[in-house]
């Protein structure tokens, strides 16, 4: 790894593993995907909030490095079983 950032230029190109609709959809799965330790980063997302009227025509894209995809697919496969949710009714740790 080069510097503090997660991202390991010989990792690949960034690539996209998933698009949505609504940015913070985007940012949970990047938050998800951070933590299982995957670099990720959301693109387009400012775009799609400065211009709302085009939000059904712009998809908020959520980027991962080409060598990590595989990585990246099994974490947001947890994401999608829920095992990233948190109990309705508990709160989580301080």
Do not use: K
Not at 2 to 12: A, T
Not at 16 to 44: H, I, K, M, S
């Amino acid at each position: 790894m080069h510097g503090d950032s997660p991202y390991d230029p010989e990792d690949g190109d960034w690539q996209t593993l998933a698009t949505f609709f609504n940015p913070t959809e985007a940012y949970l799965l990047r938050g998800c995907l951070q933590a299982g330790g995957v670099p990720a980063v959301v693109a387009d997302a400012h775009l799609v909030q400065t211009h709302s009227l085009l939000a059904g025509a712009i998809q908020v894209r959520v980027l991962v490095p080409a060598r990590r995809v595989a990585d990246a697919e099994a974490v947001m496969a947890a994401y999608q079983r829920g095992d990233y949710s948190l109990p309705d009714d508990e709160l989580p740790p301080a």
